[in-house]
Nanobody
Framework: QLQLVESGGGLVQPGGSLKLSCAASGFTLDLFAIGWFRQAPGKEREGVSCISVSGESTNYADSVKGRFTISRDNAKNTVYLQMNSLKPEDTAVYYC???WGWGLSDIHYNHWGQGTQVTVSS
């Protein structure tokens, strides 16, 4: 069974950092581009970042550029999202997704994790 499992979410104060992980089971992530998405209450899901199969190409939403860094370790079958300088508006459920294409639109992805909650609050 193909599964993606996110971890690393939690409660953090504004200005703090979290590192999210996306681990795969049942398939190897190195065949797929990976995207991170988030959905805040009452808002549509938005693309946050994505990384190509090789890891050489990345893209970020303007709202997180310069603060978030996506990376992948294919040997560990895991993709990461390092989030620094967190703001209250970053509060959301964060999802990772795997797909054959890549980009910040969810149309590129067909395997999704269950999500991990990130709350930025003092």
């Amino acid at each position: 069974q193909l599964q993606l499992v996110e971890s690393g979410g939690g409660l953090v104060q504004p200005g703090g950092s979290l590192k999210l992980s996306c681990a795969a089971s049942g398939f190897t992530l190195d065949l797929f581009a990976i995207g991170w998405f988030r959905q805040a209450p009452g808002k549509e899901r938005e693309g946050v970042s994505c990384i190509s199969v090789s890891g050489e190409s990345t893209n970020y939403a303007d709202s997180v550029k310069g603060r978030f860094t996506i990376s992948r370790d294919n040997a560990k079958n895991t993709v990461y999202l390092q989030m620094n300088s967190l703001k209250p508006e970053d509060t959301a459920v964060y999802y990772c997704a795997a797909g054959w294409g890549w980009g910040l639109s969810d149309i590129h992805y067909n395997h999704w994790g269950q999500g991990t909650q990130v709350t930025v609050s003092s």
